[in-house]
Structure formats: structure tokens, C-alpha cells
């Protein structure tokens, strides 16, 4: 096999955890090269990853057909050449473009059904007892059915994704240096990294008032630390709420592009999180971070470094997966005291003081 062509993830942390699966094509077709059509607002870690050689970023609406916007980019990778492609999404409309393209072997899981569309199909994993998402894109690899070197029986304390590689970008110190210089950030003081959002919903949001009450601690132990709040515009309210409880936090939610959050994330000397893209960002970036987590389950999407914590109080409600609180009290979260946050956070400044 000598082109692939990935249909990636329409969700930043979930295209993160599909990045073994590109080194493991790289390791098995060592002569390959991998494109990727990937949204917007995804593409910006694609072109982070060294195994991936282009990425098509493009404009298609989520939950939309478009299906003449698909058909023409079909017809402009239509003689590229491509041996095959991998659909990593389940939607029947991402198995498209592919398919338009003439791609010969299309390959992902059966998802939306997509008979036809897909040539190579998976069976769907299980609802429960899901394997970690690093495997379950990793498989696509293998042909359907076939053993896979990393599920198995393992060592005492090894988990199932052990052998996998983890996902790693690329930091740029020049790029990290501008876009500090764009916000005044002096790179010679330490830089705590809060990401108070989470696309998914209410119920992976460790509450504004927790995080306030953690940037004050910080404020007492260490005073000469500067912290920022990233994220987008949709979490430009919750970092105003922080910053209206602790002045001595920054809220640069929306004000910057995905690209320049990872740059500022690959300085930070800490990054305190919920379960969401930017801590999959910070884990592959290797900075030290904080995961808070509430409805979501760590055993499913860790953070893949082993400079993390993870911080999750497995209420007996926990995990629900939903993306707002059914029981209506958030315990999950409201229960995680910033005083048990700033007990990993602190150790990790410390370390880097």
C-alpha cells in the first residue's frame, strides 16, 4: 500500500486517540503516505501529527449532507491514486467522499450500516465493556476479525492499549515564543493552563467557582505563576465567570486559533482540565495536566501521558456518559473540591519550579 487517505474524526480529543492507528500503518506499509480530510477546526492538530503527509480542511456542517460539496472534493482527489481509506467516523454521509472518489478499499466500521460504501467492515464494539479509543480506531489496521497484537491477556497492571503507540504532536518554540509575544507572556514565568470547557456538554464541566477557588491557591502557594483560560467562544462565558471569582486569571477563550492554543499549551508548565479535546492536546504535547472528570470514564478516553492525573470520584451515577446531569445535582463534579486539585497541581509546579 503506498497512499491512504484518512476521513478523520470530527472531534479534536477523538482524532488525537486515532493517531496510533496512523503510526501503526506507517509501521506495517512503511512506504506510505497518509492524507487526511479532516473539519476546520480538527485539521490544526492533523498537521501536528509527523505521520500525516497533507490535510484537506474543510468547511462540511456538522449533522449536513452536502452533497454536492462532498462530490466535488471527491472529483479533485479522484487522481491522487489513493490504494485506500479509512473512515473513522460512524455517520453514513463521512463514508461519502471515499466512495464518490473511487477509492478501492474502504475501510471502517459498520457504523450507520454504509453496505456499499464501505467494502472493509467492522463490527460495531460493544456498548458496554468498550475497549479504549486508541484500540478502537488501532484495529482498523487488521483485517475484520483478525488478532490484534495489543488486546489481549496482559501483565499485572498493564492496560489492553499498553502496547499501542501514544499519541504525540509536534511543538514549535519559535511559534510558542510569537504567540506568547502576541499576548505579553513573559516565557520566563511559569504558565498554568486552565480549559474550563467541554464541547460535549454541561456534565464534563468542572464548575467555574471550583476553578476559581483553584486559581486563588495558586495565587497564595505560587504568585508568580500566570494563568490563562483556553478554549472557544462557546467557553468564553464559563472563563469569565472564573476570572470574575479570580482576577488573577487571563480568559483568552475565543482570542485564539486552535493552532496557537497548542502552542501556548506546549510552554505551559501545568494545564488543569476537563475531558475534552485540549486535555488530549496537552497529554500528546507531554505537559504536565490535571483531568478532571465527571459523566465521561478515564478507563475509556484517558489522558495518554504518564505525566497526568487523573481526578474522578466514581460516584456510584458514574459514568453516565450524558452530556447533562440526569439526576440533576452534578455531584460528579461538584463534589471535586479545588482543594484536591491543587494537591496534584501543586506538586507538578513545584517540580517545575
Not at 476559581?212 to 500566570?226: E, G, H, I, K, T
Not at 506546549?266 to 488543569?272: F, H, L, M, T
Not at 482540565?273 to 492536546?281: A, E, F, Q, W, Y
Request: one cysteine or more; proline letters at 8%; hydrophobic letters at 45%.
Amino acid at each position: 500500500m503506498r497512499r491512504a487517505l484518512v476521513i478523520a474524526p470530527n472531534w479534536i480529543g477523538d482524532a488525537l486517540m486515532a493517531q496510533p492507528l496512523f503510526t501503526l500503518l506507517r509501521k506495517l506499509h512503511p512506504r506510505i503516505d497518509i492524507d487526511a480530510i479532516a473539519p476546520s477546526w480538527v485539521a490544526p492538530v492533523l498537521e501536528r501529527m509527523p505521520e500525516i503527509r497533507d490535510v484537506y480542511a474543510t468547511d462540511l456542517a456538522h449533522g449536513k449532507l452536502q452533497l454536492m460539496r462532498r462530490w466535488q472534493l471527491a472529483s479533485d482527489l479522484r487522481d491522487v491514486g489513493y490504494d485506500a481509506a479509512y473512515v473513522l467516523p460512524n455517520s453514513m454521509k463521512s463514508a461519502l467522499i471515499p466512495w464518490m472518489a473511487g477509492i478501492n478499499l474502504r475501510i471502517g466500521y459498520k457504523g450507520e450500516s454504509r453496505f456499499g460504501l464501505l467494502n472493509v467492515r467492522h463490527a460495531n464494539p460493544p456498548k458496554t465493556d468498550r475497549p479504549p479509543m486508541t484500540a478502537h480506531y488501532a484495529a482498523l489496521a487488521y483485517a475484520p476479525g483478525a488478532k490484534l497484537p495489543f488486546i489481549g491477556k496482559q501483565s499485572e497492571g498493564e492496560s489492553e492499549a499498553t502496547k499501542l503507540p501514544v499519541p504525540r504532536l509536534e511543538a514549535d518554540a519559535n511559534e510558542a515564543a510569537r504567540v506568547s509575544a502576541r499576548f505579553n507572556l513573559d516565557t520566563r514565568t511559569p504558565l498554568v493552563v486552565f480549559c474550563p470547557g467541554a464541547e460535549y456538554g454541561p456534565a464534563k464541566r468542572w464548575p467555574p467557582e471550583h476553578f476559581a477557588s483553584l486559581a486563588q491557591f495558586v495565587a497564595q502557594s505560587f504568585p508568580y505563576a500566570r494563568i490563562i483560560a483556553l478554549g472557544s467562544n462557546k467557553d468564553a462565558p464559563i472563563a469569565q465567570a472564573i476570572a470574575e471569582r479570580a482576577p488573577n486569571v487571563r480568559n483568552l477563550c475565543g482570542q485564539t486559533s486552535l493552532g496557537e492554543a497548542c502552542a501556548l499549551i506546549s510552554r505551559a508548565s501545568a494545564v488543569v482540565t476537563n475531558d475534552s479535546g485540549l486535555m488530549h492536546v496537552a497529554a500528546a504535547l507531554r505537559r504536565p495536566l490535571v483531568a478532571v472528570y465527571g459523566s465521561t470514564d478515564p478507563r475509556h478516553t484517558p489522558p495518554l501521558s504518564d505525566l497526568a492525573k487523573v481526578q474522578w470520584l466514581h460516584l456510584e451515577c458514574s459514568p453516565c456518559f450524558a452530556r447533562e446531569c440526569p439526576l440533576g445535582h452534578l455531584n460528579c463534579l461538584r463534589e471535586l473540591s479545588a482543594e484536591q486539585v491543587f494537591g496534584d497541581l501543586r506538586g507538578m509546579l513545584l517540580a517545575h519550579r
